[in-house]
C-alpha cells in the first residue's frame, strides 16, 4: 500500500474522483462540442447572420471557461462537492428552457449564459480536484481525465445530429438535458482530499486538567495522613481540596475555551492572509501571466473550429454527416492526446514546456492547412482534423501539470481560475470574429487563416517564458557574484 499512498495522498478514492471528473468532462465537454451542429439548425430556423449565432456557441463555450474566478471563489466559500451541484443545477435549468426559444438572443441567455456557467461550475471543481488527489503521476491522471473531453466530442456532436434529424433541435434539448442530470451523480463522488489531523487543542485540555488535579490530589494525600484530630481535619480538608479540584477543572476548561477562540480567530486571520498572498503570488508572476495570453490565442483559433466548423466544410459540397464525422475526427484524437501528453509529461527527461510551445505551432500549421485548397476534400479533411486532435490533447493533458510547474500546486485552485478566465476570453472573442468575417466575404476560409496566425502566434508568445526565466536566472547569478565580492 505504501507505493499507492506515495503516488495517491487521497487513497484509492482518488481513482473513483479521476473517473467522475472524466465523466463530468465527458459530458459537459461533449454537449459544448455539439454546438457547430446545432448552429446550422439554428441558422435555418432563426434565418439570423452567422455572426450572431455563432455568439450562442461564444457565451456557452467562453463561459465554461472564463467563469474560472467564479468557480474558484465559490469552491473557497464551500465544498467542491456543493460548486459541481450548484453547476449541475444550472446547466441542467439552462438547456431545459432553450426548446421555448423565441429567438437567438433567448438561446445566448440560456444556452449560452445560464448553461455556460453552470458547465463552468461542475468542470472546475472536478478538474482542479482530480489534480490534488494525485502527486507521483499527476500529469498521466490529468491526461486521462482530460480525454473524457475528447470522447464526449467524439459521441455527442453525432448523438446530436441523430437527435435534431429525428425529433428537431427542440425535441433533442430536452434529451441532451436529462443526460447532462447525470452530472449530479458525478457531482456527488467529488469528496475533499482527507487530511490527518491530530486534535492537539484536546490533549492540551487533558494535559492541563491532569496537572492541575493532580497537584490538588497530591496536596489531599498530605492532608490525610496528619496526625491528631485526624478525623474531622481529614474530612474537611479533603472537602476543601475536592471543591478546589472542581473549579480548578472549571477554570481549566475556561481557559482552553477562551485559547480555542484565540486560536481559531488567529488561524482565520492566518487563511485570510495566505490566500491574499496565493493571489498576489499568481497575478504577480510574470510567467504566468505570458501563459494567461497564449491560452487566450490559441483558445481564439480552436474556438473558431469548434463553432464554424461543420458549417464551413459544407462549402466544399461535405453533407452535414459527413461534417460531423470530420469534428468526431479531432475529437476523438483529442482523447488519445489528452493520454499521451499526460503520460510523456511524467518522463523526467522531457522538458513539458518546450513540448507545450511546440503542441502550439503544430496546431497552429493543421488549422492554416483547412483554409487551403488541396486539403478540401473529406479524406483530406479528415486526416488534417485527426492529426489537429491528436497535437491539440496533448496541450490539453499538459494545462494542469505546466500550471503547478510555473506556480507549484498550492496555487493550483487559484492559477486554474484564472487561467479558464483567459481561455473564456478568447473561445469568447474568436467565433463572433469569424462569424463576421464569413459576413462579410460570403466564406469561412479567411476566418480559418486567421484562426491558424492567432495559434501560431500563441506558440510565438509562450517562447518569451524560458527567455525570461534565463534572464531572471542570470540576474540572480550576477547579484550573488556582486555579493561574494563585497
Known amino acids: 500500500m505504501a507505493p499507492v499512498a506515495a503516488s495517491n495522498p487521497g487513497g484509492s478514492w482518488g481513482y473513483v474522483v479521476g473517473v467522475a471528473a472524466f465523466m463530468i468532462q465527458f459530458v459537459t465537454f461533449g454537449i459544448a462540442a455539439s454546438i457547430g451542429v446545432y448552429n446550422i439548425a439554428f441558422l435555418e430556423h432563426f434565418q439570423s447572420s452567422v455572426a450572431a449565432t455563432s455568439m450562442i456557441g461564444a457565451f456557452n463555450i467562453g463561459l465554461l471557461l472564463g467563469g474560472g474566478p467564479l468557480a474558484s471563489f465559490l469552491m473557497r466559500k464551500m465544498s467542491y462537492r456543493k460548486v459541481s451541484f450548484l453547476g449541475s443545477l444550472l446547466s441542467s435549468i439552462g438547456l431545459l428552457f432553450c426548446p421555448f426559444a423565441p429567438n437567438i438572443i433567448y438561446l445566448d441567455v440560456f444556452y449560452g449564459v445560464v448553461t455556460g456557467v453552470g458547465f463552468c461550475l461542475v468542470y472546475v471543481p472536478s478538474h482542479t480536484l482530480s489534480g490534488l488527489y494525485f502527486d507521483k503521476h499527476r500529469s498521466l491522471a490529468t491526461g486521462i481525465v482530460t480525454s473524457g473531453s475528447g470522447l464526449g466530442g467524439v459521441v455527442f456532436p453525432y448523438v446530436s445530429h441523430f437527435l435534431i434529424t429525428e425529433y428537431g433541435w427542440n425535441g433533442s434539448l430536452f434529451i441532451i438535458a436529462a443526460v447532462n442530470m447525470n452530472n449530479f451523480v458525478f457531482s456527488a463522488l467529488l469528496l475533499p482530499v482527507p487530511v490527518s489531523k491530530k486534535t492537539k487543542d484536546t490533549a492540551q485540555t487533558d494535559e492541563l486538567v491532569v496537572m492541575l488535579t493532580g497537584t490538588t490530589n497530591e496536596r489531599t494525600a498530605q492532608i490525610s495522613n496528619q496526625n491528631g484530630d485526624a478525623e474531622n481535619k481529614s474530612i474537611f480538608e479533603t472537602e476543601s481540596a475536592s471543591n478546589t479540584n472542581e473549579n480548578l477543572r472549571t477554570s481549566a476548561e475556561q481557559y482552553q475555551r477562551e485559547t480555542t477562540k484565540t486560536n481559531v480567530s488567529l488561524s482565520c486571520n492566518c487563511i485570510t492572509a495566505e490566500k491574499e498572498m496565493k493571489n498576489c503570488y499568481v ?32 462549402e466544399f459540397g461535405l453533407s452535414i454527416e459527413e461534417s460531423t464525422i470530420c469534428l468526431m475526427c479531432f475529437n476523438a484524437t483529442i482523447t488519445v492526446g489528452g493520454i499521451v501528453g499526460g503520460g510523456v509529461g511524467n518522463l523526467h527527461c522531457i522538458n513539458r514546456m518546450v513540448l507545450y510551445i511546440m503542441a502550439n505551432f503544430i496546431t497552429g500549421v493543421f488549422i492554416l ?4 485548397p488541396f486539403v478540401h476534400t473529406f479524406g483530406a479533411i479528415c486526416l488534417d482534423m485527426l492529426g489537429m486532435g491528436l497535437v491539440f490533447g496533448i496541450i490539453l493533458g499538459l494545462l494542469v501539470v505546466v500550471t503547478v510547474d510555473i506556480l507549484g500546486v498550492q496555487s493550483l485552485g487559484d492559477g486554474m481560475g484564472y487561467l479558464l478566465l483567459a481561455n473564456g476570453i478568447g473561445n469568447t472573442v474568436g467565433p463572433p470574429i469569424g462569424g463576421w468575417i464569413k459576413d462579410l466575404t460570403g466564406s469561412c476560409m479567411l476566418a480559418f487563416y486567421l484562426a491558424g496566425t492567432v495559434t501560431v502566434v500563441a506558440g510565438g508568445v509562450m517562447l518569451i517564458a524560458p527567455v525570461w526565466e534565463c534572464f531572471l536566472s542570470k540576474t540572480k547569478h550576477q547579484v550573488e557574484e556582486s555579493r561574494s565580492e563585497e
Open 369 to 372: 492547412m483547412l483554409a487551403m
Open 283 to 314: 497575478l504577480c508572476n510574470i510567467i504566468f501571466l505570458i501563459y494567461c495570453i497564449n491560452n487566450i490565442f490559441w483558445n481564439m483559433g480552436l474556438s473558431m473550429v469548434f463553432v464554424l466548423g461543420p458549417g464551413y466544410f459544407t
